[in-house]
């Protein structure tokens, strides 16, 4: 296990050394609802980041992480995680000298995108592998107006202490979900729901989200999320946990190529913050995206760097 960890790590390290800067693609981060999207072919999605979130007793951050996107074809991704975890635990007023903040690795995350259907401008619709053109249909370069995905995802606990000691929960669990993604008019929605499957130490859930956003012309979108995780079963006893918040933020490219992006979100609980049901009072996100790969649009659609449309 811990060798196939270390493979995954070195062969994305090594890509992101090996392919020149492109232009930039979608993604998840800042916002924890994934879309259909993916880098493109040949191109790595490099997402450098600080995420935390906090309630009255205690708080869960990733300080930093590091999520990376690797596209085979236009329409698969592979991923790699690995988060810096710290867990902190304040003190009470039943035990004042209860608190304590403790750190090490998180789980790492393997994944896999498949986004098998699309729908493009002109009722043109296209299954994985196969198009049908009809007349009056745009370029099948177009921006799908409607696309839909499978994005099985498989977090493993590393060859570390972090779970004796409490900075995170035992592996493995795997997230089943499938995402959506439509254009309407000026604004883009995206959606996602799946089931995770956890172990003997951790219940299963449910997970869904929902995005709604407009992307402007210098470069910047902005966003607004409601994402609800909620426990399925219950073990030992223990009241079931649900993490449900809503938030706001956006990408902003920098630069003249445009083959760097800065990630902000904030968000808040819109359910009641109760200790026993873990629901965090806040969460945030603040980080990088950095995109490499050959001198070609990233996506369906995209201009090359530097050059204009027809």
């Known amino acids: 296990m811990r060798s196939l960890h270390l493979l995954a790590l070195a062969t994305m390290i090594a890509l992101a050394f090996l392919a020149p800067l492109a232009c930039a693609g979608q993604g998840a981060p800042p916002f924890r609802t994934e879309d259909p999207e993916t880098p493109g072919n040949r191109h790595l999605e490099i997402n450098f980041g600080a995420a935390g979130s906090r309630n009255p007793s205690d708080g869960d951050y990733d300080l930093p992480s590091l999520d990376l996107a690797y596209g085979l074809g236009s329409r698969m991704q592979l991923k790699y995680e690995l988060p810096l975890a710290v867990a902190e635990t304040r003190p009470t007023a039943d035990d004042p000298t209860a608190g304590r903040v403790i750190g090490g690795l998180g789980h790492s995350v393997l994944g896999a995108k498949l986004r098998f259907y699309q729908r493009l401008p002109g009722n043109s619709w296209i299954w994985h592998g196969r198009s049908e053109k009809r007349e009056g249909a745009e ?48 604004l883009h929605l995206n959606g996602e729901a799946g089931y995770q499957f956890g172990n003997r130490d951790v219940p299963q859930s449910w997970v869904r989200g929902l995005m709604i956003g407009h992307d402007f012309r210098d470069g910047t979108q902005l966003d607004a999320e409601i994402y609800d995780r909620q426990d399925a079963n219950r073990i030992d006893g223990l009241p079931k946990r649900r993490d449900a918040t809503a938030e706001l933020g956006g990408r902003q490219t920098l630069g003249r190529h445009k083959r760097v992006l800065l990630l902000l979100m904030g ?32 996506s369906e659609g995209k201009a090359e760097p530097g050059k204009k449309e027809d």
């Open 139 to 186: 370029s099948p370069e177009e921006e799908p107006s409607f696309a839909a995905s499978i994005f099985p995802r498989l977090s493993l606990d590393n060859p570390t202490r972090s779970v004796a000691r409490g900075v995170i929960e035992r592996g493995p669990n795997l997230l089943l979900p499938v995402e959506v993604s439509a254009r309407m008019g000026p």
């Open 267 to 298: 968000g808040r609980s819109f359910q009641t913050v109760a200790v026993e049901r873990s629901q965090p009072s806040w969460i945030a996100y603040v980080g990088l995206r950095f995109i490499l790969g050959p001198e070609e649009a990233v």
